[in-house]
């Protein structure tokens, strides 16, 4: 009848799988594909929890850190953004954001949703912040909490942050940091940085599916929770999670239900990580990228960053040659080479693309395949 819904057509579809090395999603590792189809746990099972304990141990580590207060988000890294600050600053109370791209912006936008109070200081979107700068705005806006993006997808650079802490502790405020694009492809050392919460996201340099946040905070963090007079929102409140994932080993509480799948995969890329170990990560993502940019410079093709040393070894930010249609660009790479990156965002909008060599593609191969296309597409494009 009329006030039936039929119904649809839902037709089977086939996908031509790309080399996928745009700022995120990364390849899978293998083992991650075969953990997916891991059998679904149950919440209130032994299995479940050491699945648990298992993540929250590989985090401890991914973010170098002897807090127990680690666990993961359900939801893409916004959900760890999110947390992080809803959970530690105040309607009312003051975030200073330190701005060079997109997810800094997006910081903004969730604090003011809260009611939250933000003073944003800048500088331009190819370059990073000097601690003086940074300092200097910790003195005279007196923020409750700094928020900076370490490695940032939209722009290619990485932030230096080893004594951010120490400068933030001393103005009373804490430090919170983006580390999606970053964690585990960066070096990122968080109680030597006294830093005061991080999130991180799995589709990235962990090289496994989006849609599980890791997240971290500090003592001091977690006293600022446990005082707060505030509530955050309840999916995100991380006293309610902290039981949920056991963190202090006495607790077995539902909150939410959680996806096992994602658990499972999780579990598989801190399994991978541990493998190799994290000075390995490291250097393997450092010498990948700056062979990238070598071969890029054989091509004569340039860098949106122009210090060495402010590039980010998972993502870089590509010029393209003056009057080149960025769209056209990209349809060419996936159809010419079956390789997928992605348009700019935020600042690199119409100026640069982005190319991901991270995660299980942080290779020299995969680094000369890129790199050559690249070079032939713009060749094939070019008027
Ligand atoms: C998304 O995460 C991006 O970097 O564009």
């Known amino acids: 009848s009329a006030k ?7 037709v089977d579809r086939k996908f031509v799988v790309p080399l996928l090395c745009g700022p995120g999603p990364c390849d899978y590792w293998p083992s991650v594909k075969e ?34 207060l680690v666990l993961a988000m359900s939801g893409a890294g916004h959900a760890g953004m999110e947390a992080v600050i809803s959970n530690l600053v105040a309607p009312g109370e003051t975030l200073l954001i330190a701005s060079r791209g997109m997810w800094d912006q997006r910081a903004c936008i969730i604090a003011n949703r809260l ?3 933000t003073e944003i200081t800048s500088v331009p979107s190819n370059t990073t912040f000097t601690m003086e700068q940074l300092e200097a705005e910790l003195k005279r806006t007196r923020p409750v909490a700094l928020f900076i993006t370490f490695g940032d997808s939209s722009t290619g650079t990485v932030q ?66 446990n005082n707060r007079k505030h509530e955050p929102p309840f999916y995100f409140d991380i006293k309610l999670l902290a039981n949920q994932w056991n963190c202090y080993g006495d607790t077995r509480t539902y909150h939410h239900t959680l996806c096992p799948p994602l658990l499972w995969a999780l579990r598989c890329c801190l399994q ?5 170990t994290l000075p390995v990560t490291w250097a393997r993502h450092a010498s990948s990228m700056a062979y990238f940019h070598k071969r890029l410079q054989e091509h004569s093709i340039e860098l949106f960053v122009p210090k060495p040393e402010e590039r980010l070894n998972t993502v870089a930010t590509v010029v393209l040659p003056e009057g080149l249609d960025h769209l056209e660009f990209h349809k060419y790479m996936r159809e010419k080479h079956n390789i997928l990156v992605l348009e700019g965002r935020g600042p690199t909008l119409g100026k640069a693309i982005r190319v991901g060599i991270m995660g299980v593609n942080a290779r020299k191969e995969i680094a000369d395949i890129v790199a050559d296309a690249l070079a032939d597409s713009i060749k094939a494009l070019k008027k």
């Open 115 to 117: 009611g939250i109070k």
């Open 160 to 225: 230096n942050i080893e004594r951010l802490g120490d400068t933030c502790h001393k103005y009373g405020a804490l430090l919170l940091v983006d580390t999606v694009v970053s964690l585990i492809g960066v070096e990122f050392l968080m109680d030597e940085w006294g830093v005061d919460a991080v999130f991180s996201a799995t589709q990235k340099a962990f090289s496994g599916p989006a849609g599980i946040a890791p997240v971290a905070f500090s003592a001091l963090a977690e006293e600022k929770i």
């Open 35 to 68: 953990a997916l189809a891991n059998p679904m746990i149950t919440p209130n099972c032994d299995e479940f929890y050491n699945v648990l304990d298992d993540i929250r141990a590989g985090l401890q580590y991914a973010f170098q850190t002897k807090s127990k």
């Open 272 to 276: 991978e990580i541990v493998k190799e």
């Open 4 to 10: 039936t819904v039929p119904p649809p057509r839902i």
